[in-house]
Nanobody, 117 residues
Framework: QVQLVESGGGSVQPGGSLKLSCAAS????????MGWHRQAPGKERELVAT???????NYAESVKGRFTISRDNAKNTVYLQMGSLKIEDTAVYFCYLDRWDWGVGHWGQGTQVTVSS
C-alpha cells in the first residue's frame, strides 16, 4: 500500500519561505515521477511542480523562480522549497506519486500553507 505523508506547512508572512517534505512508502520511489499540487479555498486543485524519476523538474508559471522541487531517492522523499511567498500561494499542498506502470496515482493528505501579513 502506497502512503505519502506531507509535512512542513505552516503560516508565514509575504516574502517568507517554507520547505515542504513528502515521505513515500509502499512503492519503489525512485522509479516514479512525483509532483506537488495545491488547492486554495473555492478553487480547483492545480499543479505546482513535478519532478521526473531522473530529476528533471517543471513548474507552473506562477511559481517559476520562487519554488524548487527536489527529491532524495535514498530517503524516499520529495521536497518543495518555497521562497518569496505571496498571499496567493495560500492553499493546501498535496504530494502526488505517478505510479505510471500501474496506471494509478497516489495522493498525500495535504499540508496547509498560509501566507498572510
Amino acid at each position: 500500500q502506497v502512503q505519502l505523508v506531507e509535512s512542513g506547512g505552516g503560516s508565514v508572512q509575504p516574502g517568507g519561505s517554507l520547505k515542504l517534505s513528502c515521505a513515500a512508502s509502499g512503492a519503489i520511489f525512485k522509479n516514479y515521477p512525483m509532483g506537488w499540487h495545491r488547492q486554495a479555498p473555492g478553487k480547483e486543485r492545480e499543479l505546482v511542480a513535478t519532478i521526473t524519476s531522473a530529476g528533471i523538474a517543471n513548474y507552473a508559471e506562477s511559481v517559476k523562480g520562487r519554488f524548487t522541487i527536489s527529491r532524495d531517492n535514498a530517503k524516499n522523499t520529495v521536497y518543495l522549497q518555497m521562497g518569496s511567498l505571496k498571499i496567493e500561494d495560500t492553499a493546501v499542498y498535496f504530494c502526488y506519486l505517478d505510479r505510471w506502470d500501474w496506471g494509478v496515482g497516489h495522493w498525500g493528505q495535504g499540508t496547509q500553507v498560509t501566507v498572510s501579513s
